[in-house]
């Protein structure tokens, strides 16, 4: 028995090391699939909803209209506040290079020499691998938002024709489970996107504000760059923390400033993501602290930026998969952010 159960172990986890392998090996096609499959779980309401009053062709190009208006909106933003960052750092080159000059002369008596590394490595001909590296992922991601519509479109239009085959197809209690795994995953997704709509407005409005009142500039692009990136857990957070600390550091050449700007935006990061959060998810998104930075890092490094924006995602339906076969229940159970005495929600990322 006891042997048994190592060999069911580890083929679980060989299981797990092909499944991830393949996730890597085939980027290029599994996740187009995964993320389309994302965002029908969203829209889905949408669709029916749509459907009860309108022809089903109808429904569906006013799904896909509104999902491309809202997708492309937060790109927009992204863009916008990207540019007025670029624009001012342009705008600035002097100064920034002064203050450089600046806090550099202190490494620079012991031997380390950060302005001569920064010329070593920032010349003309980086900045052209750079620009045709940026060219190259643009190229990308547009054949990738295409392929992802594309998956959308078929998805949404097959999604009631699948129900009903995986009806036909397994046995009625697999059926169950599996259908029921499959409304539990929409829901949790649906509101995990609520959630980090909520906060992601609360962290732009908090930024913008705490920029402003200390009387610094870019305040209106860090707080649109602070809603847009909060979407992306850890990662988005990292960068409207840490660059509008460089910022300030530039325009007031004080230290002080640029760690009141540090400190006040890691504070606000963890106050939404600490209490807001769970206050507007309640229990049903409560996993783990320590699943959610190992998914984020994960698919971070199978996928790239969008595998950070999965990683939570994935989590949870992996999760609540789980928790609907007995076999697996007891995972559901560890990873899970609640205790068993405790029903209190887990810290979702920031």
């Given at each position: ?16 090391f092909v499944v991830l392998a393949a996730c890597k090996l085939g980027q290029s096609v599994i996740e187009p699939v995964v993320f389309a499959f994302f965002i029908i779980a969203i829209v889905w309401p949408l ?53 450089l000059v600046s806090s550099t002369s202190w490494l620079e008596e012991h031997d380390i020499y950060v302005l001569s590394m920064i010329k070593e490595y920032v010349n003309p001909s980086a900045v052209i691998r ?187 339906a992996t999760l609540t998969l789980c928790e609907k076969f007995p076999s697996t229940r007891w995972i559901s159970e560890i990873f899970s952010g609640e205790s068993p005495k405790d029903s209190k929600p887990a810290?979702?990322?920031?």
């Open positions: 028995m006891e042997e048994k159960a190592q060999f069911s172990g580890a083929s679980a986890l060989l299981s797990i669709a029916s909803a749509l459907q009860k009053r309108v022809p089903g062709w109808a429904a569906l190009l006013l799904t896909v209209t509104i999902s491309l208006a809202c997708v492309v909106g937060l790109f927009w933003m992204i863009g916008w506040g990207g540019h007025q960052v670029a624009e001012w750092t342009t705008t600035n080159l002097d100064r920034a290079e002064a203050v750079l620009l045709h590296a940026v060219a190259l992922r643009v190229n990308t991601a547009l054949a990738f938002s295409f392929i992802v519509l594309l998956f959308v479109v078929m998805g949404l239009a097959e999604t009631p024709s699948a129900r009903e085959k995986i009806a036909a197809s397994l046995d009625q209690d697999t059926t169950r489970r599996l259908l029921a795994a499959g409304k539990e995953i929409c829901d949790k997704f649906q509101k995990y996107m609520l959630v980090r709509t909520i906060a992601s407005i609360a962290t732009g409005i908090a930024t913008w504000a705490f920029i402003k009142l200390l009387g610094l500039q870019l305040a209106a692009a860090w707080g649109v760059l602070a809603f847009a990136l909060n979407y992306l857990p850890y990662i988005g957070s990292l960068i409207v923390t840490v660059l509008p600390a460089v910022t300030a550091f530039i325009e007031t050449g004080s230290p002080e400033t640029a760690l009141l700007v540090l400190v006040g935006l890691m504070i606000l990061q963890f106050v939404i993501g600490s209490y807001l959060e769970p206050v507007f998810s309640g229990s049903a998104l409560a996993i783990s602290p320590s699943v959610v930075m190992f998914s984020v890092l994960l698919w971070t490094f199978i996928w790239g930026v969008l595998g950070a924006f999965l990683g939570v995602p994935l989590a949870i810290r979702l990322p920031v």
